[in-house]
């Protein structure tokens, strides 16, 4: 009995203590407003009620204050972790778990992670929430993918393809009848001929597009009231996307959405789509019954004039200077100055598609990015991380740095390191993550 005792003493100390490292919690977040959120969600859900996939996509749900940690869940945990509070069952996400808009195995139960935006944003909150309740879906259905990889899509060449696909998709969007038809033609054929040049990257492209394209779409239609807020919703994500200086980590979260948008007007039954490389571009082309040429770049060349291409060409020009302009900063801060390096192993990203800026033989530059590996989880909100193209080494600036213990912080970004795993001094004031 005693010591039972002093171990529930040295639990309720430790919950005190966590409590009191944690930041403070979002201002305009409440265990009512969870509750309100969850109603909405799930109204939304049972509004589609299964027309789309098959079936109801609500489930259990986890909202994270990304500042406290603090959860909110609309069920119970089978672990007895999270507490009850006014129907809600609440806790603290421990720190060594990375919070992203995805799947959360946690205490016994598989959630759709949900995090909470600084400010109330109801939109984006319940779009957040079926993005990641479809997530669920598609693990549930063996539909999750395994890695791909669409670096490929920072070629010049295929950033020009790329960009003359979006712009006679977004014609097919705002027209009807042949004139729609003619459109997706010449957007499959500008699809075609990216593809034709680098045909080893299909079912990557294909795998990005289902995972997250088709989470777009769903989110995006069981979000939105009529068709013209449908579409714009997701012509305003193209335009974000359209701006990136990289598509590689990006693309594939609005072009999968345009595609299926357009199926959607058909008629098309997603409930078929059984693999995690389903073709949507192949699915389109068939739906609106047309014919594309044997060989689509002899056609694409001269199809391009029709699509302003002397303004992409423009656009790609100013984007090469802008990352000649950045590269000396980039090479001073990642290449010359000391870094934390670490090398990944099998790492779960997160971030938004806007953070992302090509480097070309430098790599990624994650403006902000969240990563968790088998080392610990890293947090990067100022200053960014530095991919390589080898998409295993891992840059962040030792400016600043700060080691206690497992917990390592630096200018912009804090790190918590796994058991087993430590920060080791290198030359000229660098770091290395490695096991012990």
Not at 3 to 19: D, F, Q
Not at 179 to 205: C, H, N, V, Y
Not at 421 to 434: I, K, P
Request: glycine letters at 8%; hydrophobic letters at 35%; aromatic letters at 10%.
């Amino acid at each position: 009995m005693q010591n039972r005792m002093k171990r529930l003493i040295i639990i309720a100390a430790l919950i005190v203590l966590s409590s009191c490292n944690r930041e403070e919690g979002l201002e305009w977040f409440s265990v009512q407003k969870a509750g309100e959120y969850f109603k909405s969600v799930e109204d939304i859900c049972n509004k589609d009620n299964g027309k789309l996939w098959g079936e109801n996509l609500y489930g259990p749900v986890m909202f994270v204050d990304d500042h406290s940690r603090e959860i909110y869940t609309n069920v119970a945990d089978t672990g007895g972790i999270l507490k009850a509070r006014e129907g809600i069952f609440t806790g603290v996400l421990p720190k060594e778990r990375l919070i992203t808009n995805n799947v959360i195995e946690f205490g016994g139960v598989r959630y759709a992670m949900v995090p909470l935006p600084e400010t109330e944003d109801p939109y984006r909150i319940k779009a957040r929430t079926v993005h990641s309740l479809f997530h669920c879906y598609q693990e549930r259905h063996d539909l999750k993918p395994s890695t791909f990889n669409t670096r490929h899509l920072n070629d010049k060449n295929a950033r020009f393809y790329l960009k003359l696909e979006w712009k006679a998709l977004t014609n097919a969007l705002g027209a009807t009848g042949e004139a729609r038809k003619q459109a997706i033609r010449d957007a499959l054929i500008f699809r075609g001929a990216r593809r034709e040049l680098f045909p080893e990257a299909i079912t990557d492209e294909n795998k990005f597009e289902n995972y997250e394209g088709l989470a777009t779409f769903t989110y995006i239609k069981l979000c939105t009231e009529d068709v013209d807020e449908m579409r714009g919703r997701i012509l305003e994500y193209l335009d974000r996307i359209y701006k990136n200086t990289s598509y590689a980590s990006g693309y594939g979260f609005v072009h999968g959405a345009l595609y299926a948008t357009l199926l959607n007007d058909t008629g098309f039954d997603f409930k078929q789509i059984q693999q995690s490389d389903f073709d949507l571009g192949k699915a389109a082309c068939e739906a609106y019954g047309v014919t594309l040429p044997e060989v689509c770049r002899d056609v694409a060349g001269s199809l391009a004039m029709n699509y302003d291409i002397q303004a992409i060409r423009a656009e790609e020009s100013e984007r090469e200077a802008m990352i000649n302009e950045r590269t000396g900063k980039i090479v001073t801060t990642f290449i010359e100055k000391p870094v934390v390096t670490i090398t990944m192993e099998s790492p779960n990203f997160s971030y938004e598609p806007e953070d992302i800026n090509s480097l070309d033989s430098l790599g990624t530059l994650y403006e902000r990015l969240r990563v968790s590996d088998n080392w610990g989880r890293l947090t990067v909100d100022d200053g960014g991380a530095l991919l390589a193209n080898d998409l295993l080494t891992l840059r962040i600036s030792a400016r600043d740095i700060e080691i206690d213990r497992n917990h390592i912080s630096g200018a912009g970004w804090h790190m918590v390191l796994n058991d087993g795993w430590q920060a080791v001094t290198g030359e000229n004031g660098s770091y290395a993550v490695r096991k012990q």
